[in-house]
Each structure stands twice: as C-alpha cells, then as structure tokens.
C-alpha cells in the first residue's frame, strides 16, 4: 500500500518535469528571437564565421534533436537564459530561493503557531463567544485578497512575512478548529477525561496523533498555499525572492523563465504535498 | 436561512442593483476627467472624491463593481461547466475514465493558482484594449479554475454510477449519453451549484489580486482589482479613509457570499 502511494507520487513527479520540460522547450522555441544571434551582426565576422555560427545553431533547427537537447541540459541543471535579465534561469533562482525560503518558513511558522493556538484553546473552552470571535477573524481574513494584506504591511512597516501568515491563519484555523472538535468529541477522550488522565496527556497521547496524518496534509496544502502569496507579498513589499521574479517576468513576458518558475515552484508543491502524504500514511499504518 | 444569511442576501441584491443602475446612479462616467478636482476630497460633486486622474470614484467604485461582480459569475458558470464536463463525465464513465481525469486533476491543482494565472496571461499579450483585457483575465479565471470543482464533480458522479436507480435505469435499458443527461446530471444539480457558489469568491479575490499587480484588467476600465492599486501610495490609513471603499465593498461581497456558501454546501452535501 505504502510503495503504492510511493511510487504514485513518483510518477507524478516525472509527469511533472516531462510535461515541464516540453512546455518550457515549446515557448523557448516560439519566444521572438528564437534562431537568431546576435553575434551575426558583428561586422569584424566574416561570411565564413557567420556560416560557421549558423551551422552551430542548426541542430536546434530539429524539433526532435532541439527537444531532446532541451531535456538532456534540463536533466543536467541547465534551465536556460532569461529573456529580460539576460542571465542564467538557474543563477537568478539560487540568488532569490533565500528570501522566499525565509519568507515562507517564518510566515507558516506563524500562521501554523497563532492557527493551533487559538483553534485548541477553541476546542477545549467551547465558549461561544471565544469560538465567534475566532471565526469572525478567521473569516474577515479569508475575505482579504493577499495583495491587500501586503499592501497593508507595507502601510504599516510590518515584515511581509506576516502578510503570509495571514494568508495561511484562517484557513488552517478553520481546520484544525474542526478536527479538534470532532476529536475532542470522540467517546474514547471522554471517557481518558472521566478517569483522570491530564490535559497535556490527553493532547499529546490521545488527541493529536489521532489527527496528525489529516494536519500533515494541511501542512502540505499550506505551503502551497503561502508559495502562491508570495507572488503578490514579495512583489509589493520589494522583496527580491522568486515571487517577485515571476511577477517580474510575467510583465517582460519572458516566458522561458516564467515557465520554469513555474515548474518549479510545482515541484516543489508536489513535493511537500507528497512527503505529507507518505508520512501520513506511515502514521496510519503505525495506528492500525 | 438564518439572520445573517438573509442579510448577506439582501445586501448582494442592493450591491448588484447599484451596479447594474451605474449609468444612472454615476451619470459621468468611470473615465471622464475633471481636471479642476485631481485628487480631491469627497463633496457633494464625488461623494467618494476623485483619483489622481480627477475620475469620480464614486462612479469608479460602481462599474468596477459591475465587471467583478458580474463577469465573476460568468467565469464561476463557464469553469462548473468544464468541470461538469471533466469530472462529472468521467466519474460516471469509471474505470480508466475517473483514474485518468483523477490523476489531471491532481497534477493541475499541485500548479500554484496565481503562478499558472500569471503564466497564462503572460502568453498573451499585455498591451491589449481594456475590453479585451476584461475578457481575457476572467475567461483565463473560468478556463483554469475547474480543477477542485472537477474533483468533487467526479466523486459524485462516481457514487451516482453505482446507486440503485442508476441500475435499475440500465436495467431498464437505458444507457449512455441518455442515462447521463437524464439520470445522473440533474441529480449532480446541488453539488453543481455549490461548486459555483464557491467558485464566485475565489475568483473576485484572484480578480483582485492580479489587478493589484498589474495583470488584470487594464486601464482606464475599473475593476475591484485595478481600484485597490490606489492603495499603493497610501502613507496612512487615517488621511484618505474614502479610498478604502473599493476595499470594503469587496470584503462585505466576499464575506457576504462565505455567508451563502455555508447554506449552499449544506444544500449539497
């Protein structure tokens, strides 16, 4: 069952780079420019040099040989130039990972910290108000478009991060809101509470392993989640990450880029998404 | 319906009445300029005050409200008919069908949904006419936005195929396309308007995100989106409140349709 699930996310992987790769190769071949260099224009060449750079370029002329090439410098870490910068797809995204990477880890971390904080003392004081409350934010938030919420920390001289933090807040709150509940429900926790047994046992022993396999999957569901905020949050408050790069490249229409990007930041998705469900899966199997 | 809901509806209806009566409640115009009032602080002239263009905000506040309010359902019915389409098809047809649509879909929704809406609109062109570039970024929000509502689609029609009036209509000898349309479709109705009710808001939100960046609908026409980039040269809250209205206005519709969806959902499932 465990290989099953493993091997299927493999496979979606590979689909993932295949269909990538020939996505990205089909817009670098249709982007103005293609088959064109500009070395040609160099009037010290002579008619020979110019022939000799044409013959150069004349594999790519191929669509299979030019697909194939693709993939085989794809597969050994060559993403390609960027149209609009002029530099190596690669070099741009090892410059910008660290801002996004800190983005997002300290936005989810506090997204992930304030959600479970307030959705567990929800679910154990069950006080009307407290849980009204909880939702009335949780909603008011859902309601904000995450370029709002950037544009407002940059209004108030807070760190985007927070404006990914708020993206993520309510809809991890909602649901863990609503396992807790359901959880704290349960007979078998009623019955640990009528024999004595702590809080924090409860919690711990009883309550969270029982939903950690569903919170591992919203934990992958999150980072996709705060990965497609930092598009707007890292464009709007100047942060030099991917986001910004993408929404950069979507303006100069530099596709090539845009498209790995994109592919990108899919993997990774796929990725966090995966491991959630593997290591669910593994919880599961331990339980049963 | 509860108290909340009924006022959730009745404030959609006043806010779809207003826009659809824009040309009279807003006679100027949302392009028109007065060049003697740029910038200018509401009076009884621009209720909402004017832009840094002297365009009434009021009458900008208003057919931008038409177009995401209005265009936003027609790309929430055009992606639950793909959906429909996609999900409900092959659910009913199983096997290899429901495998085949199941694995296309959870490979479109591992796409991050801003980055493939900005991919998207990149391949075309952004220098287009206004109009245009209305039509594209919501046929661009229909035509990407199916995959979750595909998902569900799917799972019912799944458990539709092997409900016992669906075997006893094939039983009975009716099959195919005819089960579909007539068995199967009408009974997916619930879940069908739930997906299109959850569509609504998602895409006004995603409307206004691009909006804000610049990808969306394209000047000089309003939209919730292109109006909440004024926002972007805002030093305090307190010193020009009134250009928060598109901002209000667009979390009051969004958190009034929330309202609606929870009776939606509760219709369908």
């Known amino acids: 069952m465990l290989r099953n699930k493993v091997a299927g996310h493999v496979l979606a992987l590979v689909t993932t780079v295949l269909l990538g790769g020939l996505l990205s190769a089909t817009l670098v071949r249709l982007a103005p420019g293609f088959d064109v260099d500009e070395q040609e224009l160099d009037p010290h060449l002579s008619a020979a040099s110019v022939q000799a750079l044409r013959d150069a370029r004349s594999q790519d002329r191929n669509i299979f040989r030019f697909y194939l090439s693709y993939m085989n410098r794809l597969v050994h870490g060559d993403l390609g130039t960027s149209l609009s910068l002029s530099q190596p797809v690669r070099t741009l995204l090892r410059e910008r990972a660290p801002t996004t990477l800190r983005l997002l880890i300290f936005g989810l971390a506090m997204a992930w910290a304030a959600a479970l904080a307030l959705a567990l003392s929800a679910a154990r004081l069950r006080l009307a108000g407290y849980d009204a409350a909880g939702t009335l934010l949780s909603g008011t938030l859902l309601c904000l478009p995450a370029a709002v919420l950037a544009l407002l920390s940059v209004l108030w001289n807070v760190p985007g991060s927070l404006a990914i933090g708020l993206v993520v807040f309510p809809r991890v709150y909602r649901y863990a809101r609503n396992l807790l509940a359901k959880s704290y429900a349960q007979p078998y926790i009623v019955m640990a509470r009528a024999k004595g047994l702590g809080e924090a046992r409860i919690l711990f022993w009883h309550v969270l392993p029982g939903i950690a396999p569903q919170l591992l999957a919203l934990g992958g569901v999150s980072i996709s989640m705060a990965i497609g905020a930092a598009i707007p949050v890292e464009a709007l408050c100047g942060l030099a990450g991917i986001g910004q790069l993408a929404w950069q490249a979507a303006l100069a229409r530099d596709l090539p880029l845009l498209v790995n990007i994109t592919i990108l930041v899919t993997l990774v998705t796929l990725l966090a998404n995966s491991g959630a469900d593997v290591i669910g899966q593994m919880i599961r199997g331990q339980e049963s | ?269």
């Open chain 2, 1 to 269: 319906m509860n108290l909340w809901q009924k006022a959730a509806c009745a404030f959609l209806l006043v806010v779809v009445c207003a826009a659809a009566a824009a040309n009279w409640l807003a006679p100027t115009g949302y392009a028109k300029q007065d060049r003697e009032a740029i910038s200018a602080e509401p009076s009884r002239a621009h209720w909402l005050g004017t832009d840094e263009l002297g365009r009434d905000r009021f009458a900008r506040v208003l057919y931008g409200t038409r177009i995401s309010l209005f265009l936003a359902p027609a790309a929430a019915l055009l992606s639950t008919l793909m959906a429909a389409l996609i999900g409900g098809l092959s659910g009913y047809l199983g096997g290899i069908w429901a495998k085949g649509a199941m694995a296309v879909t959870d490979l479109f929704m591992s796409l991050p949904w801003l980055f493939l809406l900005i991919t998207a609109r990149a391949l075309m062109p952004l220098n287009v006419s206004p109009l245009f570039s209305v039509v594209v970024t919501f046929l661009l929000l229909g035509l990407l936005g199916w995959s979750a509502a595909a998902r569900v689609l799917c799972t019912a029609a799944g458990s539709l195929r092997s409900s016992d009036f669906v075997r006893q209509a094939r039983a009975s000898g009716v099959r195919g396309a005819r089960l579909f349309w007539i068995h199967v479709l009408p009974n997916l109705k619930p879940v069908l308007f739930a997906q299109f009710w959850i569509s609504i808001p998602v895409f006004i939100l995603t409307e206004a995100n691009l909006g804000v960046l610049g990808l969306g609908v394209s000047e000089p026409m309003p939209s919730w989106g292109s109006l909440l980039r004024e926002l972007e040269g805002l030093v305090s809250i307190g010193e020009e409140p009134w250009k928060f209205a598109s901002l209000v206005l667009l979390v009051l519709v969004v958190m009034s349709f929330q309202l609606l969806l929870a009776r939606q959902e509760e219709i369908a499932f």
